[in-house]
């Protein structure tokens, strides 16, 4: 409590000095004169406004270089880089507008403040040639930054190759579940009606394709494959967010999205190059879903093809390991039985 | 600017201390309630617009600073925070699930209450009718009810803080099934109906508004007053308008279907969905994307909305104080026209990752890119505006100098994240909260406070106090760079926005400096608007008093009123126009400046056509 009224009392007496500060300019204004106080405080704040700048601006600038490192992470996957010189080009060019036109503001700003009392502003309403030349060279730099732009987001969103790994991954408060589609290579039916606690993502026990699925804690990719994720969520809104691959996407409930991408780099690979032993992959929720938001993590693997192969030959099916001759498969199978035998009743009685 | 003071000056009446009612067109006395509480007049609308804008700007943004706090400090007690927020900041830090209602709140608050109805209802209300050369509004009865409209709308969101189970805190943008579920999130309960409420009759007060401004516009200009005669601040309030009546009835709808999912047991907004140990099997079959597409239908024009004005407001501050016409006045028109139109069009650029199909997204790409050319060509007739200029450095023109250096920045950033390849990486990351708070956030308050310094005189009869404009526009400007500048960097690395802590992500928890550098610089900038405060609520009463009409000597109407224009606004007939209203420092006139309502002279060219 101490601070607290110190540090108010300080801002009250700030406040008290400021005010001061004002009645006292306005009174130095009245002795020197309207006229000769207003271009005063022009002179001043002409000044004020280029410092602003010139020091400003270097120092926007400076940053930049200082923490160019943590700029777009290293990135991991085939487009990554394809993102990334988007993202340069376009720095490049609203850079060059940024700075240009800072400099003209800033110092026209100060160049052009009244200083003496005769002094006239120069008569230019308007002029068609300039006016045209700022409409179209904006409209050529913009085009060419949208003919790049839609040619890389074609490439990145076009369909998924033939052959690409599918991994299913399903957003839950507050947590992801992964899913890898087993010997079959096929992801078994699911229904959001059949969840239970033992059962989370609601998968059909009667398909047979849900009984060679994994269900896992940790997303694993082999390296330079083509990898399919299948987006998914069960209560509310969530984003499937791999930073270093530059891979987003919206997971929403009763709506499947998907993104593939190609991993080409490691986990044992980023951590020379981030010379960060203990480096790891991310995966975070990037779509406000509520308290637990900011920890829906897991971590994110790159192995080799036969690092991949190998751990997933390790992983157990989840209907082996946990559902087989429990009761959660007697359970749902003689509700689904019951459910048939309604329908069957149904048929009947409309006969 | 002898001519300026008449006779009229004789019987000015100092607002706050009136004893004598002389207004020159009232049939009856006012009592207090009629005249400060219940007034029908569009100055007092305005100032109650004003001054409700400023309680809620100091309410949103002290909300930023202690959700500031968390992210500076994360974990750190704060013991005075317990003591005032209770179970919300238990041990004196502030609990994720408040945490995110002060950002919903701080978003809701900023972008409705003080960057719409703060910035248009202020500034449309006293300038339409004095600028146009009108008595009042088209309707003045249903002017009042859009203030009250927005005084009910505040009260109930205010009473949404003080429900058990908090307010709102899904965000601003209130998506589904987040904020359709009790279950989901404690916001999404009574704190959710109440944000609903409240949203709802706030969309009646800007639609009274809107429609208000755009028939005084259309039907009530004085005569010689022709639409390319307009000062750009009316451009920009009437477009502004126009786009408030098209695009506030979607967010209404929406609101609607989501009051229905949440209340009725329909499911417009809900599908598959298993929660809190429960599939919601009756509630099939909707879409969480369709509430996002109509959201962002009133969205995104809304962010025109709190910019265009200010964007007025700043054209024409600039103009008077550089003593020089306004460069390109129909460009700027057609540039304000193209925006609007081009506003309807972008909305689903903020859906490019949420599984839209991608062709659709690449033609949303084309659209928004577009609208950064007319937005060019504003800020290059800004800047040739000041070229070779007569340039006051005053506190408003200070101000509408940093509009345009933020407005350049925040918006070139909006290329980025306009192009969806970019915006795969950039979205829902810190870059944006970097970029739509410099653009329309900061700027749009720059554009405010521009307005604010220069309307002062009309309102109050006195000035506020140029000094401490100066300092306030120094500390914010600088501010608000630091504050702002270093988020696109953590945003370039992937920091997501809207979480607790960034302590779980190794890729997110390196930048604590960067956040504890960002929350000073932050709680700095909050006590410096202190500064404009007291300078405003000062200058009321005991400001350096307005000595003739025309202070600024300025061309547009609202200076050929009386100092302290009673209800009516000019005491004798209303003048009629007879140019455009930048004919600032034209050759071969006496003065630097030219009212409208002088005649041409013989063979002199109107650039108003």
């Known amino acids: 409590m101490g601070t607290g009224l ?60 200082v923490f160019r490192d943590i700029f777009l992470p290293e990135a991991a996957s085939e487009h990554g880089p394809k993102i990334d010189s988007m993202f340069n080009w376009t720095t490049f060019w609203t850079g060059i507008v940024f700075v240009i036109t800072q400099i003209l503001l800033f110092w026209y700003s100060f160049r052009y403040k009244n200083k003496r009392k005769d002094q006239r502003a120069y008569w230019f309403p308007h002029s068609t040639k300039l006016e045209v030349i700022w409409t179209v060279v904006p409209s050529i730099v913009l085009t060419i930054l949208v003919v790049m732009g ?44 059949k969840i239970t606690p033992s059962n989370q993502l609601g998968q059909i026990w009667s398909d047979k394709a849900n009984h060679d699925d994994i269900i896992v804690n940790e997303l694993h990719l082999p390296l330079n494959k083509p990898v399919l994720i299948k987006i998914h969520a069960r209560d509310v809104l969530h ?30 690979t980023m951590r020379e190059i981030t010379g960060n032993e203990e480096f790891n992959y991310e995966l975070a929720c990037a779509e406000l879903c509520g308290k637990g938001h900011f920890s829906m ?37 003689a509700d689904s039985y019951e459910f048939e035998e309604e329908k069957s009743d149904l048929a009947q009685s409309i006969n | 600017m002898n001519q300026q003071v008449d006779q009229d000056h004789a019987v000015q009446v100092d607002h706050h201390h009136d004893d004598h009612h002389d207004d020159h067109h009232e049939h009856h006395e006012q009592n207090f309630i009629e005249k400060y509480v219940f007034s029908q007049d569009h100055k007092t609308i305005a100032k109650q617009f004003l001054i409700t804008g400023i309680f809620w700007g100091v309410v949103g943004g002290l909300m930023s600073v202690l959700f500031r706090m968390q992210l500076g400090f994360p974990g750190e007690s704060f013991p005075i925070l317990e003591t005032v927020l209770g179970k919300w900041a238990p041990g004196g830090v502030i609990s994720p699930d408040f945490y995110l209602a002060l950002v919903t709140m701080h978003g809701t ?13 202020t500034f449309a209300n006293l300038l339409i009718p004095l600028q146009v050369g009108a008595r009042d509004m088209a309707s003045p009865f249903l002017n009042m009810l859009s203030y009250w409209f927005f005084f009910l709308a505040g009260l109930i969101m205010l009473a949404s803080l003080f429900v058990e189970t908090g307010p709102a805190n899904g965000g601003w943008t209130a998506y589904p099934p987040l904020n359709a579920l009790p279950q989901a999130t404690i916001g999404s309960g009574l704190g959710m109906t109440l944000w609903l409420t409240s949203m709802a009759v706030f969309i009646i007060s800007t639609l009274l508004g809107g429609l208000n401004y755009v028939a005084t516009i259309l039907n009530m200009r004085t005569k010689g007053l022709t639409m390319t005669r307009l000062p750009l601040t009316i451009w920009a309030i009437f477009l502004t308008a126009i786009i408030g009546i098209l695009s506030f009835p979607v967010l209404l709808s929406a609101a609607l279907l989501l009051i229905f999912d949440r209340s009725l047991g329909t499911s417009f907004y809900l599908s598959e969905i298993y929660i809190a140990g429960e599939a919601l099997v009756n509630q099939t079959g909707g879409s969480a994307i369709l509430f996002q597409h109509l959201f962002w239908f009133l969205g995104h024009p809304e962010v025109y909305i709190i910019i265009l004005p200010a964007m007025g407001l700043v054209s024409e501050v600039m103009s008077v104080h550089a003593r020089k016409p306004i460069f390109g006045y129909m460009a700027m028109v057609g540039s304000i026209l193209a925006i609007a139109v081009l506003s309807f069009v972008v909305w689903a650029h903020h859906m490019f990752v949420t599984g839209m199909n991608p062709f659709i997204g690449s033609i949303f790409v084309v659209v928004t890119l577009i609208i950064a050319v007319p937005s060019a060509i504003k800020v290059f007739n800004w800047i040739t505006t000041l070229w070779r200029g007569n340039l006051r450095l005053n506190a408003p023109m200070l101000f509408s100098i940093g509009f345009v ?69 120094f500390t914010t400007i600088i501010g608000a760079y630091l504050i702002f500048w270093p988020m696109h960097y953590i945003g370039m690395a992937g920091v997501p926005r809207r979480y607790y802590s960034y302590e779980a992500f190794e890729a997110f928890n390196k930048f604590g400096d960067i956040s504890l550098f960002v929350t000073t610089v932050a709680g700095i900038v909050f006590i410096v608007q202190m500064i404009f405060i007291i300078n405003f609520f000062y200058s009321i009463f005991y400001g350096k008093k307005v000595t003739e009409k025309n202070p600024w000597q300025a061309n547009t109407l609202e200076w050929t009123t009386p100092i302290n224009p009673g209800h009516g606004n000019w005491p004798g007939e209303i003048p009629e126009v007879h140019r455009w209203p930048y004919d600032y420092s034209k050759p071969g006139a006496a003065e630097d400046f030219i009212p409208q309502t002088v005649p041409l002279k013989a063979g002199e060219k109107d650039l108003g056509h």
């Open chain 1, 6 to 65: 110190i540090s108010t009392l300080i801002v009250v007496i700030v406040l008290i000095i400021v005010v001061q500060i004002a009645k006292i300019t306005e009174f130095s204004a009245m002795l020197k004169g309207e006229g000769n106080a207003e271009r005063e405080s022009n002179q001043i704040n002409g000044f004020l406004l280029l410092i602003t700048m010139v020091v400003g601006l270097p120092l926007l600038i400076w940053s930049a270089w």
């Open chain 1, 150 to 193: 839609i040619n890389r987001w074609y490439e990145i969103t076009g369909p998924a190759p033939e052959d690409a790994i599918i991994i299913e991954v399903t957003g839950k408060q507050f947590d992801w579940m992964i899913r890898y589609p087993g010997k079959d290579g096929k992801l078994g039916s699911k229904d959001f009606r």
């Open chain 1, 239 to 268: 984003s499937f967010f791999l930073p270093h691959f530059r891979v987003k996407m919206d997971a929403v409930p009763g709506m499947p999205t998907q993104f593939w991408f190609t991993p080409t780099k490691t986990t044992a």
């Open chain 1, 297 to 333: 993590r897991k971590l994110v693997f790159v192995d080799t093809e036969e690092e991949y192969n190998e751990w997933l030959a390790k992983q157990p099916s989840f209907y082996e390991s946990s559902i087989k001759g429990t009761d959660e498969e007697k359970k749902q199978m």
């Open chain 2, 109 to 121: 608050i900023l972008v409705f209450f003080v960057l719409t109805a703060g910035l248009s209802g």
């Open chain 2, 405 to 473: 250096s933020l407005f350049i920045s925040g918006g070139l950033t909006g290329i980025f994240l306009g192009n969806s390849t970019i915006d795969i990486q950039l979205h829902d990351t810190y870059f944006v909260v970097a970029h739509f708070h410099i653009v329309m956030g900061i700027s749009a308050f720059f554009g405010m406070f521009a307005g604010v310094y220069h309307w002062f005189p009309k309102m109050f009869g006195r000035f506020m106090n140029n000094t401490l404009g100066n300092i306030h526009f």
